[in-house]
């Protein structure tokens, strides 16, 4: 049985509706159809790994994952690719000067400086150089990014749709504006299962102290899909997980018999009234059992030579900083974990952006490319993707005052910068170009276009092809990985997205 694809399950006999099968019990199940269901259909059925003996469901694809594992390191507030990776000289030449009327189209723009009297060009006040055997262009704020230029792929032709935060993050993270969709670490969980019985399969780390856009915890959610494949976020701290520990006075005894207890109400809740969710509820609380063991090894970072730290630079060894969220990061990839969100918020630069852009590169720059290089030299990069961007990028105009030591830029989602590393992605590649202004994809004759996601245009990557894209580094076609919900089929992207086949190897 698939439970992606089919509306049915047929065996030599009989048609049965899977809707029929949602509603029996285990052992009403093993009655109706052990005869005609593979082992591997039911071990799955019964929450144990499919992972273990196939690591992609029947029917999701027909090729070999490239890789086994996303670390995806999510830039919150949209970082500015004219600062940092898309080195325009023309903008630099033009700076003050408005903005041309051709070239915005009369592209809509943000509440924020739509009532500007003046738009004026603002040219980055970093330097910029070429690096590696690539060639790949870097501001001086990315010195560490510059060590592993042959190792990214940096697209610079990514767009999307929404042009305010929240609605712009949700779509990156649930293929929807809106919220409510599960969360692609969600559908990755739902569509590979786990390698590792003692952690969740999905985890996510929010850099602590950090001002900015808020996040919420419905962007590592599962929507409607069983709650089981949600994100689990991991905290710094004494407590990574809430309410993991055993409170005072209980004993790892105790509360196994407590958690037996509660697995036979449970069991006799599910027999009248067939809930799978209860079946959840009771795998979670084994897996939280199991976690009170695993989890403090995971994220002991005491266990780490001084060399790792050296690597990552000294804020790996304070808690809850995205350098220390990185090398945490390594370590659950090391342990099986598929999906690894970090977030890191203070991208959002409206006004003084000179001044914030570089404190939020410091913070990032070393541990980022230290995250590629650790990876590489212990033999995970070839299976680990790793994924760096934000949800759009910023204007090429300034907002707000302009001055000779600052400016701001906002929102614009028709041309941002994003890159990749391992796990099936070209290295030592940049994919995609902008125009002089740095305002629009150009194609690769140097034509302005002006995609959509209703058009495959092969220069440009909307991010359901970005989605597609890293479906299919795992194994799975993103068409199939699909979910019926009040009598439609979803998707995370939708009826759009197509494989970006120039990005991989």
Not at 261 to 268: D, F, I, P, S, V
Not at 467 to 492: C, E, P, S, V, W
Request: proline share 5%; hydrophobic share 35%.
């Amino acid at each position: 049985m698939n439970p992606f694809n089919p509306n049915r399950v047929t065996d030599s006999k009989n048609q049965v509706n899977i809707d029929d099968f949602l509603r029996l019990n285990r052992r009403h199940f093993f009655k109706k159809a052990a005869a005609g269901i593979g082992g591997m259909a039911l071990s799955g059925l019964l929450g144990r790994s499919m992972a273990a003996q196939n690591p992609v469901p029947s029917g999701l694809a027909s090729y070999a994952p490239k890789a086994k594992r996303v670390i995806y390191l999510f830039q919150s507030g949209g970082p500015a690719q004219q600062d940092l990776f898309d080195y325009k000289p023309l903008l630099n030449e033009k700076n003050g000067e408005q903005l041309p009327p051709e070239v915005r189209a009369g592209q809509r723009l943000t509440g924020m400086s739509s009532q500007q009297a003046s738009i004026p060009l603002a040219g980055s006040h970093f330097k910029f150089s070429q690096h590696g055997q690539s060639g790949a262009w870097f501001s001086d704020l990315l010195p560490y990014h510059r060590e592993i230029a042959d190792d990214i792929c940096i697209v610079k032709s990514m767009y999307t749709e929404a042009i305010n935060h929240d609605p712009a993050i949700t779509f990156f993270q649930t293929g929807s504006q809106i919220a409510g969709r599960p969360s692609i670490g969600s559908w990755i969980s739902y569509g590979l299962g786990s390698l590792n019985d003692n952690l969740p399969s999905f985890i996510v780390l929010v850099s602590a102290g950090q001002g900015g856009q808020p996040l919420y915890s419905r962007l590592w959610g599962s929507g409607f899909l069983d709650s089981k494949y949600s994100g689990v976020q991991f905290r710094s701290g004494k407590d990574p997980v809430l309410y993991l520990s055993n409170p005072e006075g209980i004993c790892r005894t105790s509360r196994r018999s407590t958690l037996d207890a509660l697995k036979t109400l449970n069991q006799g809740q599910y027999e009248r009234e067939l809930d799978p969710e209860i079946e959840s509820r009771i795998a979670q609380y084994e897996m939280a059992y199991r976690m009170q063991t695993s989890v403090p090894d995971a994220t002991d970072l005491s266990q780490e030579p001084d060399s790792a730290f050296e690597l990552y630079g000294e804020d790996s060894r304070k808690p809850g900083t995205f350098a220390a969220n990185c090398l945490q990061a390594r370590r659950l990839a090391e342990r099986g974990v598929q999906f690894i969100q970090l977030y890191h918020q203070g991208w959002d630069q409206h006004g003084n952006l000179p001044k914030d852009i570089a404190a939020q590169a410091k913070e990032t720059d070393q541990a980022s490319a230290a995250l590629v290089k650790d990876l590489k030299q212990r033999g995970l990069l070839e299976d680990t993707l790793v994924v760096w961007g934000g949800e759009f990028g910023r204007t090429s105009y300034s907002q707000g005052e302009m001055t000779k030591t600052r400016y701001g830029r906002d929102h614009h989602p028709r041309c941002f910068t994003m890159w990749m590393a391992g796990g099936g992605v070209k290295p030592g590649i940049t994919f995609g170009q902008t125009d002089d202004y740095g305002y629009n994809i150009v194609d690769r004759h140097g034509i302005p276009i002006s995609p959509d996601k209703h058009k495959v245009y092969p220069d440009a990557v909307h991010v359901h092809d970005f989605q597609a894209t890293m479906l299919h580094l795992l194994g799975i076609d993103h068409t199939a990985l699909n979910f019926k919900y009040q009598g439609r089929r979803f998707r995370l992207t939708d009826v759009h997205g197509h494989v970006v086949k120039d990005l991989l190897l």
